[in-house]
């Protein structure tokens, strides 16, 4: 299918990335510009971006298309030992206040336990609490695909990148699992949404088990293809579950892993191609490395109208609200001048008047 025949429904990325690399004002500008044209070429109605401050921009800029996502230092000590939180309520009703609509994306991807803190530790505790009694949804990354522990199955891209937890003291994909158990049986109100699908996308009962258990759980379909691969080799079965855990399936792309408007547009082509045809496709060529090229095609779900209406816009709305939240300028600028990153309050004061 071609984008213009795609059904005409409100599309929400839940999944996308905004400053990556960008150093000053005027990449600031570019990426923002071409997150529009993503936006208007892909026939979406919004994103929710995770940029930290720089997703304010964002909103600010272009009110109404941008949902945007508070940073929470990740699991690692590296990562925690620079700024720890000492006061949860205080750190992310601060993020509220200044204009953020949700937290996340909190990434936990594997990495040696002498460097990891579990996400069911006792520090991050205060912040499951803190947003599971204040309704704040969050999206957050556990694990990566299984084929990432495996030596000879994981995809060269992988292993350039350094994401191969063969060698050395990595936790097994179950461990990390198991501090998401942990932490979902002890916050059963809790709104997450766990990106790329949780990556269970290879064992259908495994996913059914865990939805039917955790009822406040939702996935997001962000790629990694392996998910659309996966499926595709059961697609009659997995199209039943997603008729009936319509309720709990977010439309993510990831976004700003790929870096250019091309790499953009074709992972949003390759999801919607996937959920509204039937049709039998692969990777596209110009797509970005990070999707694997398989010799075996996608095979599209062609699911019903009301399922892609929730699956699309409204399974967010209900976790994130109608609308994106209003920015408070002048605190947005303080904070980012505190926080040392002046290009993006100089963008900021730029748009006050």
Known sequence: MEFSEF??????????????????????????????????????????????????????????????????????????????????????????????????????????????IPLNSQYYEGFW????????????????????????LIPEWAREKG?????GDFPSKEELYEEMYQILDEHPHLKIVLCHFYFISADLEKAEGFLNQYKNANLDLALGVELMYNISRRRDDWRSFFIKHQDRILFGTDIGVSQT????????????????????????????????????????????????????????MRLWGEKPRNVDLERAIAKCEERGEKFIAEALRGLTG
């Open 163 to 167: 994401w191969g937890y063969y060698h």
């Open 7 to 116: 059904a005409d429904l409100p599309v929400i990325d839940c999944h996308a990335h905004f400053k990556g690399g960008v150093k000053n004002i005027e990449e600031l500008v570019s990426e923002g510009e071409t997150l529009i044209e993503v936006i208007k070429r892909g026939r979406l109605r919004q994103m929710y971006i995770t940029g930290e401050y720089a997703g304010l921009y964002l909103k600010v800029k272009y009110p109404g298309l941008f949902y945007a996502g508070g940073g929470v230092p990740a699991p690692y000590v590296d990562g925690i030992g620079r700024n720890p939180v000492k006061d949860w309520d205080r750190y992310i009703d601060e993020l509220i206040e200044v204009g953020f609509d949700g937290i996340g994306e909190l990434v936990s991807k594997p990495a040696e336990r002498s460097r990891r």
């Open 261 to 316: 408007l091309q790499e953009h547009l074709d992972r949003v082509w390759l999801l919607r191609n996937f959920l509204e045809s039937d049709e039998e496709f692969y990777t596209p060529e110009t797509a970005d490395p990070l999707l694997t090229r398989y010799r075996e095609p996608y095979v599209g779900l062609n699911l019903p109208r009301h399922v892609l209406e929730k699956i699309y816009a409204g399974n967010f």
């Open 129 to 152: 609490d803190k947003c599971e009694s204040a309704g704040y949804a969050v999206l957050c990354h556990v694990a990566d695909p299984e084929e990432f522990w495996d030596e000879r």
